[in-house]
């Protein structure tokens, strides 16, 4: 034990544990849980990752075959890729400890000891290179664990790996210049590219600059500089190869989703004022408008700063090695406001919200010239004094300058950090007595304990109860779902806490919510209605038809409950279904309604091969929800019809004679502007209503009979919402208030599906159902009879490269339907039918892997070998 806790380990171990004090203490203030009333979770960590986090938990602790596949994952989808991008840290296996409701308890400890780790792994690669010791190594790794890039973006915790495991690999590269060690760098950077390949990407461009500007420190002859670039390259790309069984499956899955999303025209080259960029130094300068767009988080304190700059003046470094670091400098701080140069360190995407993803490089960057050159007895010159005051000065005009024209900085902060920085200065000019790198180790610590406040004040958290609430309702409601083997349906939810609820509550749904999101779901949910992103799709707005079609056998419905809760589904709305009368009612909870819908159709049947021939059309899905029914059916008899309204009526606007596509502007400029549709369903059937994206909440309310209609916050194509079913001769008022001068109605029409109709056909469809004998999220086998008219077997899961068919114990080529859903063309008559899902690459991944591994141990042993008999001689 002595060991490891002495007086020489006891500043490693004060970088790890002075880290977790300060932000344990911030957030024990906060009454964060465990120690009050709100929690961690705020924006991305409260509304994706915390579920993600959940479905980490679901797998390991209950369904392993969750990591390759899930149904929870919207319709289904490969889940190979999310997990490389969000859930590989080895971290997370804190999280096994805490249920759903206590995971924020678990994700504020995650958060804890990635602080530490970073703060540890800085100041251990220091100490092992001998560039730092005593308390100054303490002060650099509570420094970099507390840098302004790791306060901003904590709540994004699958990032945070890469600042632990940077210095570790850029430590590993130093071994193998001066000793030739190769495996410390393969090893953190394999690592690295398991854990979190986005991240990688952004390390690896770093790798590449760091060597060059490394190789001229070298004084060997051409010869040793090629051969250690040699070593640099092939030791690379080992780790590229040991790290195969990840990244060639996630190479793939990201072609099907976020890699078809790739920026084709940059728009202005430069993105800000860099003038800007320097307010960033100071404390504090972060707040929530700088999440969506800003500048990047570069804060590294005074001290870092300050003692960067005397690399320039140091007189070590060779010129060449000067020059070059200076335009590594200044290619940094261009990456960070030419639009060209941040994209390409994002993988030729620009960020969705987190701006300057890579910038935590920038600031290693600093942190790492500065450990180089800043050392106790070293007494500074003349030409470092006037370089420290010069840069103030000129900092302070700037930040003082633009002022004005930053949302995130004041006053106070300017004058505060600038206190900081003077101290900084007269503690790096004074005479070095006893206690001195104790001052500036408490220097340290107040100026980044200042800026996790400041900045981390600008946070809003989601309360435990407003999490708790939500969670505990929806676990309730659905206990009480009948249990049934061997069995497959979805569940539907007229409200969400987020879209990964079905991640949270392991259950399949018809949302989600990821980088990894597939691209032909979210355009499929958008051609039928329901709200769909790059990134995200939600089964909002569903109608008994996709109901059916899409074996949504439960729903879990909050409209008539009310609760003045927080968190409480009354108060998440994002749809309403009176048509769920249609349904069967069950049991009840305090909070949720919940229904069986008896007309599914199943996970697969037997369907006609018109199907194949099949294409959507944009901005128009009740047509193209009727024509994919009717493909699959094989009959052209109409389920909707379009129905007029009965009279429409205005205030402060003129009445359009024709009401879809017609824009309404407002007369007065300080009058309420709406129109009023009224409309009198003549049956008990279903009423849908489309409304096109002009009339997203931003540009318009929406009530019928009084009530607001709920709809997504933005939705980019035209969505459908039930407005009336079992209610004939009821006359209906649905009101339009303009947000705006003026309102496009786009798309608004009216229509009533025949349930009679509908009902029969799909007793049809359900006559010919798989009947699955095994389940699982990656494996199914079941039975089903095909006939001359029905022989294709249709299934509702969303077609991959990785699912493979076999049909009576024969590999069978599958088809897409609607450019979606997985299907098999077969012969009439009986069937067994088994599908399975492999990520694609995996085996090939896996076997470049195992064979790299083979290679290497293969060439251990021959080296032993050779030198056992070299020695013999």
């Known amino acids: 034990m002595h060991k490891f806790f002495n007086k020489n380990s006891l500043p490693l171990w004060l970088s790890f544990l002075l880290p977790i004090i300060i932000m344990g203490t911030y957030f024990g203030i906060r009454g964060m849980m465990p120690f009050g009333n709100s929690s961690i979770l705020t924006v991305d960590l409260g509304q994706q990752y915390v579920d993600m986090f959940a479905l980490y938990r679901n797998t390991l602790l209950h369904h392993t075959s969750t990591f390759f596949y899930s149904f929870s994952n919207a319709l289904g989808g490969d889940m190979f890729g999310l997990w490389t991008y969000y859930l590989m840290s080895p971290l997370n296996l804190i999280l096994l400890f ?23 792994s800085m100041a251990y690669s220091l100490k092992k290179l001998k560039w730092q010791h005593g308390w100054l190594l303490t002060s650099f790794g509570v420094i970099y664990a507390l840098m302004g890039w790791m306060i901003s973006y904590e709540l994004n915790l699958l990032w945070l790996d890469a600042a632990i495991l940077l210095p570790l690999i850029i430590l590993g590269l130093e071994y193998l ?93 430069l993105e800000y004022n860099p003038l800007l960029f320097f307010s960033k130094f100071f404390v504090g300068s972060f707040n929530f408008e700088q999440m969506p767009s800003g500048q990047p988080n570069i804060f590294i304190g005074s001290l870092g700063l300050i003692t960067a700059m005397f690399f320039f003046t140091d007189k070590r470094p060779k010129v060449i090695t000067k020059v070059l670091t200076l335009l590594i400098t200044l290619f940094l701080f261009a990456s960070m406001f030419l639009a060209p140069l941040d994209l390409f360190w994002h993988g030729f995407q620009f960020p969705v919200w987190y701006p300057y993803r890579f910038s935590f490089i920038w600031s290693f960057w600093l942190l790492w010239l500065s450990a180089y050159t800043f050392k106790p007895e070293t007494i500074q010159q003349k030409k470092q004094i006037i370089t420290m005051l010069t840069t103030f000065i000129v900092v302070f005009i ?50 980044t304990a200042t800026n996790v406040a400041w900045t981390l004040n600008n946070f809003s958290y989601l309360t435990k109860s407003e999490y708790q609430t939500n969670v505990a309702a929806t676990t309730s409601a659905l206990t009480t779902l009948p249990k049934t083997n061997n069995t497959f349906y979805r569940i539907g939810q007229t409200y969400e806490r987020t879209k990964g609820d079905a991640f949270m509550q392991d259950y399949f749904g018809g949302s989600a919510f990821s980088s990894s999101f597939a691209k032909k779901t979210s355009d499929f949910m958008g051609y039928i209605g329901n709200p769909d992103g790059d990134n995200y799709a939600v089964y909002a707005n569903g109608t008994l038809l996709t109901d059916n079609l899409l074996n949504f056998k439960y729903y879990l419905d909050a409209k008539n409950h009310f609760s003045t809760i927080a968190g409480a589904p009354a108060n998440m709305l994002i749809s309403q279904r009176p048509d769920l009368s249609k349904m069967q009612a069950l049991k009840q909870t305090l909070d949720v309604s919940t229904y069986q819908n008896n007309n599914v159709i199943g996970l697969g ?9 099949l294409k959507f059309q944009l901005n128009n899905p009740i047509r193209n929800q009727e024509l994919l029914w009717n493909k699959l059916s094989n009959n052209t008899k109409k389920l909707f019809t379009v129905q007029n309204f009965d009279h429409v009526t205005g205030t402060n606007t003129t009445v359009p004679t024709t009401i879809t596509g017609a824009y309404i502007t407002r007369k007065k400029v300080l009058g309420t502007t709406s129109l009023t549709l009224y409309f009198t369903p003549k049956t008990n059937d279903s009423y849908y209503l489309t409304l096109g994206s002009s009339l997203v909440p931003d540009n318009a309310i929406i009530t019928l009979n009084g009530q607001t209609i709920h709809t997504n916050d933005s939705f980019r194509h035209t969505i459908v919402i039930n407005v009336a079913a079992n209610a ?108 399975v899902y492999t990520p694609s690459y995996l085996i090939i991944g896996t076997i470049i892997t195992i064979t790299t591994i083979f290679m290497i141990g293969l060439y251990y042993v021959l080296l032993r070998y050779y030198q056992k008999i070299k020695s013999q001689k």
């Open 98 to 120: 805490f249920k759903p409701t206590n995971l924020p308890i678990g994700i504020l400890i995650l958060t804890l000891l990635k602080y530490g780790l970073t703060g540890l």
């Open 177 to 269: 210049f001066n000793m030739k060690r190769v495996w410390p760098y393969i090893i953190s950077l394999t690592a690295l590219f398991i854990i979190n390949y986005y991240m990688a990407y952004m390390v690896t461009i770093f790798l590449v600059i760091y060597t060059i500007w490394r190789l001229t420190w070298e004084t060997g002859s051409l010869k040793d500089i090629l051969k250690q670039s040699g070593l640099f390259i092939s030791s690379s790309l080992i780790s590229t190869l040991l790290a195969a069984i990840t990244l060639l499956p996630t190479a793939y899955a990201l072609t099907q989703g976020k890699g078809q999303y790739m920026t084709e025209k940059i728009g202005n080259w």
């Open 398 to 447: 700037i930040v003082a300058f633009t002022l004005t024209k930053t949302n995130f900085m004041t006053w106070p902060q300017v004058l505060i950090g600038s206190a900081f920085y003077l101290i900084s200065c007269c503690l790096i000019i004074a005479p070095r007595f006893k206690y001195w790198s104790w001052l500036v180790l408490l220097l340290v610590i107040t100026e």
């Open 605 to 613: 049947f037997a369907a006609s091969q018109a199907a194949t021939n």
């Open 728 to 835: 004939k001769n009821q006359q209906q008022q649905l009101k339009i208030t303009l947000k705006k001068a003026t309102l496009w109605l786009q798309n608004v029409s009216l229509y009533k599906l025949n349930n009679t109709r509908l009902a029969q056909e799909t007793a049809t469809l359900q006559q010919n159902t798989l009947k699955i004998t095994k389940f699982n999220q990656r494996t199914i086998s079941g039975k089903i009879t095909t006939t001359a008219q029905k022989s294709l077997i249709m299934t509702s899961i969303p077609q991959s490269k990785g699912w493979h068919a076999y049909v009576d114990n024969k590999k069978a080529k599958t088809v897409t339907i609607a450019n979606m859903f997985l299907a098999i063309k077969t012969s009439p008559g009986k069937h067994t039918l088994k599908l």
